[in-house]
């Protein structure tokens, strides 16, 4: 398990982790298996989202605030409640298989971390576990 630091920028921002978690899988020595990725802060996440075009995480955290708004009658005291609930409805977790020492993501597919509350330094961690191939598993 490797835990990852990073810096947000802003109160809401999507910031592409692909090339970072990659980096894990490739220290991890792992030709096939699974890759975890979790985020461990309730106003915070991780989702998987097109990378080629920048407006399509813009928009994302658009219609999020249009959906939940930043003010309303919530009752925390803390005042991030729509942080809170935008965290629940993107997920803290994403699975990601590892074939041949890659991440398996489509063409436009990218992890992003997801910033809800910030600017922070927060962290999440990446576990990469080995399970074989599918020809490796009908061998043994
Ligand atoms: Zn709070």
């Known amino acids: 398990m490797k835990q990852l630091s990073i810096r947000t920028n802003s109160r809401s921002e999507m910031i592409d982790i692909t090339r970072a978690v990659e980096s894990v899988v490739e220290e991890a020595n792992v030709r096939n298996g699974i890759c975890y990725?979790?985020?461990?802060h309730t106003t915070a996440a991780v989702?998987?989202?097109?990378?080629?075009?920048?407006?399509?995480?813009?928009?994302?955290?658009?219609?999020?605030?249009?959906?939940?708004?930043?003010?309303?009658?919530?009752?925390?005291?803390e005042g991030n409640s729509a942080?809170?609930?935008?965290?629940?409805?993107?997920?803290?977790?994403?699975?990601?298989?590892?074939?041949?020492?890659?991440?398996?993501?489509g063409?436009?597919?990218?992890?992003?971390?997801?910033?809800?509350?910030?600017?922070?330094?927060?962290?999440?961690?990446?576990?990469?576990v080995a399970t074989g191939s599918e020809t490796e598993n009908r061998k043994s």
């Open 47 to 77: 989702t998987i989202n097109e990378n080629a075009d920048p407006d399509v995480p813009r928009d994302i955290i658009m219609e999020l605030e249009k959906v939940i708004p930043y003010q309303d009658n919530y009752r925390h005291r």
């Open 83 to 105: 942080a809170h609930v935008k965290a629940s409805l993107i997920g803290s977790s994403e699975t990601v298989l590892v074939e041949g020492g890659r991440l398996l993501l």
């Open 37 to 40: 990725v979790f985020v461990p």
């Open 107 to 128: 063409t436009w597919q990218s992890l992003f971390f997801c910033e809800f509350d910030g600017p922070r330094t927060r962290k999440y961690v990446v576990k990469v």
